[in-house]
């Protein structure tokens, strides 16, 4: 069968299908999206007790790279975003 770019997907014995067009789905790796939004959660509330911005982007980076260790894939500036976004 040929694959499929839709995300909904029915389980069934030889693996995923989407439920419109039957053709296989084949889910991209989304890394650890429940790590990444705690991580997320714990930055801004680090980051919302500490007045110093050099010490906030410290934050920030840092737990940039621990989020992308999980799986994000997204840059520095959306990653201070989606903190900020918290």
């Not at 069934?12 to 997320?40: S, W």
């Not at 934050?59 to 999980?70: D, E, N, P, Q, V």
Request: charged share 35%; net charge negative.
């Amino acid at each position: 069968m040929d694959k499929c770019l839709c995300l909904v997907p029915v389980p069934d014995e030889a693996g995923e299908y989407c439920v419109e067009c039957h053709k296989d789905i084949e889910l991209p790796d989304l890394g650890d999206i429940v790590g990444i939004c705690n991580l997320c959660d714990e930055t801004a509330a680090d980051c919302s007790k500490t007045p110093s911005d050099l010490k906030r982007f410290h934050k920030l980076f840092r737990s940039h790279k621990k989020a992308k260790a999980l799986g994000y894939r997204g840059d520095l500036l959306r990653w201070i975003e989606f903190v900020q976004e918290r």
